[in-house]
């Protein structure tokens, strides 16, 4: 079983920055690929970066590229997503999620575990 906590989510203005954190307890953070997906207001959830197990591999959707960074700690059980430049079309709840799986990157949305969420707005 892994729990999943989110933070540092909140209210920038277009062009600022944010550094969401995704902790993790449990054990075997290692075996863990990981993913940050968002939903805005009446739109599908999608993801926005993944993460492999080892960090060496990672993967964007387009419309993040350029701007945004995944990365983690396994030694601290600990995704983030830097968030530069921001936009308001970026205004979502963002998750972290985790999948069991020590492979490539996955860009799939079929992940074992899920955070409950946290919000970012970006005002114009």
């Known amino acids: 079983q892994v729990q999943l906590v989110e933070s540092g989510g909140g209210l920038v203005q277009a062009g600022g920055s944010l550094r969401l954190s995704c902790a993790a307890s449990?054990?075997?953070?290692?075996?863990?690929?990981m993913g940050w997906f968002r939903q805005a207001p009446g739109k599908e959830r999608d993801i926005v970066a993944a993460i492999n197990w080892s960090g060496g591999s990672t993967y964007y959707a387009d419309s993040v590229k350029g701007r945004f960074a995944i990365s983690r700690s396994n030694a601290k059980n600990t995704v983030y997503l830097q968030m530069n430049s921001l936009k308001p079309e970026d205004t979502a709840v963002y998750y972290c999620a985790a999948r069991y799986y020590r492979g490539s990157v996955y860009s799939g949305d079929e992940y074992d575990y899920w955070g409950q969420g946290t919000q970012v707005t970006v005002s114009s």
């Open positions: 449990g054990r075997s953070f290692s075996s863990y690929a």
